[in-house]
């Protein structure tokens, strides 16, 4: 169940946020937290382009722009947008995390950077001093989702951190059982180029969004196949990392079912 917020929030115009993201799992993540906080007016775009229609259009106060999208890269939608006066906050949101891809996004006009995964914790503390935002609405609006997201030592390391609501659990298992027939297709045919591509990509998003789901061990091997993606290992290799992954997803299917 969404927290409702209190009827004085609801009747406060709330910063207009545009929350730019093709990762399926993110956006609804994303959403609920800003729900969560009380936002009521955070527009979605899932590509470059579409993000520099609704920018353009509806103006939002701040934008959430994710760098890896499908159809450009962010900072040649940040650099657009600038180019046509855009005046809002956009902070960049990437798994990168190198001086040279924050300096990339800054230089293209991005106020800001956050890696993923996103700390919730601090991420609205910077939200607001983006927003700069008046007094009223930090009051009402502050520490409303300060939930927890450390791992217990004795977590399960298949286990789904406790502190992730059942919707969203839901939507990641859901996900996960797509994308393990994925997977599971992908290594039948690992010398086909396209099949290798969505291994890939797979192994990305969960890079980018296993750590908060307190999943570590997931998080690692993705990472690891991410990163040997990048540096071209032995397809041998990467079958190798693959089943690991496969085998790690499945355990936490098991283990949530
Ligand atoms: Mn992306």
Redesign the pocket.
């Known amino acids: 169940m969404l927290k409702m917020p209190s009827s004085q929030i609801l009747m406060q115009d709330t910063p207009k946020i545009l929350i730019v993201?093709?990762?399926r799992i993110n956006q609804l993540l994303m959403m609920k937290k800003f729900e969560n906080q009380g936002f009521n007016s955070v527009m979605l775009a899932k590509n470059g382009l579409e993000a520099l229609k609704i920018a353009l259009k509806n103006k939002p106060d701040l934008i959430l722009m994710?760098i890896?999208?499908p159809d450009m890269n962010g900072n040649e939608v940040i650099q657009s947008l600038r180019n046509k006066k855009f005046p809002g906050a956009i902070v960049a949101v990437s798994a990168d995390s190198l001086k040279k891809d924050m300096d990339a996004s800054f230089a293209a006009g991005a106020n800001g950077y956050i890696t993923k995964p996103i700390d919730f914790e601090s991420f609205f503390v910077k939200i607001n001093d983006y927003l700069k935002l008046h007094d009223d609405w930090e009051k009402t609006s502050q520490g409303q989702d300060m939930e927890k997201k450390s791992v217990p030592a004795d977590a399960h390391p298949y286990r789904i951190n406790q502190s992730i609501s059942d919707a969203a659990k839901n939507i990641f298992i859901v996900d996960s059982q797509e994308k393990l027939q994925i997977l599971a297709e992908a290594l039948e045919h690992a010398d086909d180029e396209d099949q290798i591509k969505k291994i890939k990509a797979i192994a990305h998003e969960y890079k980018g969004n296993a750590g908060y789901f307190g999943l570590k061990e997931l998080e690692s091997i993705a990472r690891e196949l991410d990163m040997d993606f990048a540096n071209d290992q032995p397809q041998e290799y990467l079958v190798k990392l693959t089943r690991q992954l496969v085998a790690i997803v499945k355990g936490i299917i098991d283990e949530a079912s």
Do not use: A, P, S
């Open positions: 993201e093709d990762n994710d890896q999208l």
